[in-house]
């Protein structure tokens, strides 16, 4: 009755694991990394699969190959591509059980198997076609068949080599981290085999590497294809907290419940004689092993050589750090297992759908929106142009899938902002609105530069990898906000415009300047300009604490200034720099040749601008300081005037499946 009972918990947990993942299938998008994959599905050979379709990738074969074949008989729809993903998601938290009951106890089991069917990490994984939850899968088998090898070798030693063998090498093709965690099981392995079956265990490693031999012609030219510095940066000292935070939904709840149970069990059970005998700290090491050799080799590749250590390449080990939450506790009864498991799956399933809002930010692709908001929007409004900025590719996938016209101008067309401004300035006069569809990786003056012109934000969505937006010349009634009012989305910070009764406040509100280069005879607003003259290699100087400024980690600093060239700017910069003690822990430098273009208001004068975008930032620091100024760096003479520093509130889901949520 009692296996039966517990049995009755696991199919539970698996259902749950199965409506988490299968939730309106249909509409589940797929992401940037799924297209890189369509794209290179349409071979005919397999030689082309592997020359085209593999080897100009970082990843192994066996993903790709297996989504080439998987395509021609089910079709390349959104469901038919994922729905693998969704089965070796189930079947990674059936396996995250076997381990735990088999090195442990079913109680164990059970509670590691309901966290890893509740966690966003899991769920998000299971639902796009990559190789990930299924190096998860691999991963857990391997570990699963090496406990059979370890705790019963005298029985059915064959079969469990056989199936430890082709564990072993589905890592192997799956994904290099994968390759990496399998090689520290199978090493690991051979310390707790009994020295009786050492050799056939040894001869088990040698089939896996007669396996592979097919795979190292591409392993090789892979590994000289390097990281992918061009996007992702290199960890720093906490990326380990952040990557927790990650993998427990960002939820003080779901830590809450986890941290509760396991050390109510710990206080309640700690002085027991039987305790202390069953708790197999050999065990413990070994699966703190696991997980930590992979994030430390990782870690240590990224920072000394080329950046390849993210949040999805620990997924294959991240389960074996979780079992030792819980690896301690008895093997409860029935009942007692019920009640655990409906607190770990409620805290786990109320944090995925509430709290991370899964449901709501994965399901909306930017792809799809910044079309979708185009269509909708511009067939409301007469006088409108728009610009888009997407992935090319992608874009002609949706724009021909969803039937969406074309006439936008395409944003990568720009080669240069200035280029974009001067795209803005010709159609300015003939439109009252601008749409703009963006992705993430926008160009973060092109905001500043649009409200140049429409100075008015009438509609801002913002989802998770983009937002798109309506600018207006003119104020709407409602949900109206200017770059000119302290509003919620735009506030004014400072405003350096040298008028004498501005002058003894600007010079205590965060300015530092020479007075004497203040001048009257021309001015862009008002009635003083600054002069920057052939000996001042500085000019004004503002500096304030970024915490005064904003305490919300996905807003953006933009920072404009006039200026008049006298002779010409040669090589002047607008910089801004984020320091601590003194040193600079970010730079940007805008040149003013970048923009200067004859502005809108004053035909003498140019705009110029740079803009801090801090979730792109590693902000970690105490004390962080803001600085802008002016470096004349080849000693020119040229006017400036109205410096402005300007907060924007960013988006605060941009980034939201993987990081905490900003409202």
């Given at each position: 009755m ?13 259902v ?28 005919n050979s397999f ?11 970082g ?6 190959v297996?989504?080439?074949y ?25 396996f ?10 079913e109680?164990?089991g059970l509670?590691?198997?309901?966290l ?16 990930y ?20 070798p005298e ?9 430890f ?8 093709y799956?994904h290099?981290?994968?390759l990496?965690?399998?090689a520290?099981?199978?090493i ?9 079956f ?14 592979y031999?097919?795979?190292?012609g ?6 000289g294809?390097?990281g ?5 940066a290199?960890?720093?000292p ?6 927790l935070?990650?993998v ?17 069990f710990l206080i309640?059970?700690?002085?027991s ?9 050999k065990?413990y ?17 990224s920072?000394?050589?080329s950046s ?12 074996f ?13 029935p009942?007692t ?17 509430f709290?991370r809002?899964?449901?709501k930010?994965?399901?909306q ?6 079309l979708r908001?185009y269509e909708?929007i ?30 936008y ?6 080669e ?6 001067l ?8 439109f ?9 990786d ?14 008015y ?5 913002n989802?998770?990898?983009g ?21 919620k ?8 415009n040298f ?13 530092n300047?020479?007075p004497?280069?203040i ?20 000019g004004?100087l ?12 996905t ?7 006039r200026?008049k060239p006298?002779?010409s ?13 003194g040193?600079?822990?970010?730079w940007i ?8 273009i ?8 140019s ?11 590693y ?15 080849g ?12 907060l ?12 905490d949520l900003?409202?």
């Open positions: 009692k296996q039966l009972s517990n049995q009755w918990i696991l199919f539970i947990i698996i749950i694991s199965v409506i988490l993942r299968i939730f309106n299938f249909a509409e589940i998008p797929f992401v940037h990394d799924e297209f890189s994959v369509l794209r290179r599905l349409d071979y030689s082309d699969i592997i020359t085209h379709g593999v080897m100009v990738d990843h192994p074969a066996g993903i790709q297996f989504l080439v998987w395509s021609r008989i089910f079709g390349v729809s959104e469901v038919a591509i994922k729905f693998p993903f969704i089965v070796f998601g189930v079947l990674a938290v059936y995250t059980y076997l381990i735990g009951k088999s090195w442990f106890n109680t164990v509670l590691t198997a309901a890893v069917s509740s966690l966003q990490y899991t769920v998000m994984f299971s639902q796009i076609a990559r190789p939850i299924s190096g998860l899968l691999f991963s857990l088998m391997l570990v699963y068949y090496l406990s059979k090898l370890i705790q019963k029985k059915n030693f064959l079969l469990n080599g056989i199936l063998i082709i564990s072993a090498s589905l890592c192997a799956n290099h981290f994968s990496l965690f399998a520290i099981v199978g690991s392995g051979a310390f707790f085999i009994k020295k009786q050492l050799l056939k265990y040894i001869l088990l490693g040698v089939g896996i590497f007669v396996l031999i097919p795979h190292l591409i392993f090789f030219h892979q590994l294809l390097g992918v510095e061009q996007w992702l290199k960890p720093k906490d990326f380990i907290l952040d990557f935070k990650f427990f939904n960002h939820s003080y709840i779901l830590m809450l419940a986890v941290f509760v149970i396991a050390l109510w309640v059970k700690r002085s004689d039987d305790f202390r005998a069953k708790v197999n700290y065990y090491i070994l699966f703190f092993i696991w997980f930590f050799l992979p994030l430390a080799i990782g870690y240590f590749y920072v000394k050589f390849v250590l993210q949040f999805s390449v620990l997924i294959f080990s991240f389960t750090i979780l079992y030792l939450f819980f690896a301690h506790l008895p093997n409860c009864k009942k297992n019920l009640i655990l498991v409906i607190i770990i799956l409620g805290a786990g399933t109320y944090s995925l759908v709290e809002q899964h449901y930010y994965f399901y692709s930017s792809y799809i929106k910044v908001d909708e511009t067939g409301e409004e007469e006088s409108i142009f728009a610009i888009i900025q997407s992935v090319k590719t992608t874009n002609d996938y949706y724009t021909k899938t969803l039937g969406v016209d074309t006439n101008k395409w944003f990568d067309d720009f240069s902002m200035k280029e974009f401004k795209f803005i300035i010709e159609n300015a006069p003939q009252d609105k601008l749409y703009l569809g963006s992705l993430y926008l160009h973060p003056t092109a905001i500043p530069i649009i409200l140049e012109f429409y100075p934000i009438e509609i801002e969505n989802y998770f990898g937002a798109t937006y309506l600018f207006s010349k003119k104020k709407s009634i409602e949900n109206s906000t200017t770059s000119s009012q302290n509003n989305q735009i506030s004014l910070i400072t405003d350096l008028e004498e009764s501005n002058l003894s406040k600007q010079m205590t509100s965060g300015w300047f020479n004497e280069s001048i009257d005879s021309i001015a862009f607003s008002g009635a003083n300009s600054y002069l920057m003259d052939k000996n001042q290699e500085w004004p503002f500096e304030m604490p970024l915490d005064e400024i904003t305490k919300n980690k807003d953006f600093i933009d920072f404009s200034v200026a006298i002779n700017f040669n090589g002047a910069t607008l910089v801004v720099s984020l320091e601590v003690d040193e600079s822990i970010y430098g805008t040149t003013l040749e970048e923009l200067e004859s502005d809108s208001l004053n035909p003498d004068w705009s110029f601008y740079a803009s801090l975008k801090l979730p792109d930032i902000l970690n620091y105490n004390d962080i300081q803001v600085k802008t100024l002016i470096w004349n760096k000693k020119s003479e040229f006017l400036i005037d109205d410096f402005k520093v300007e924007r509130v960013g988006n605060g889901v941009v980034y939201g499946v993987y990081n900003v409202d």
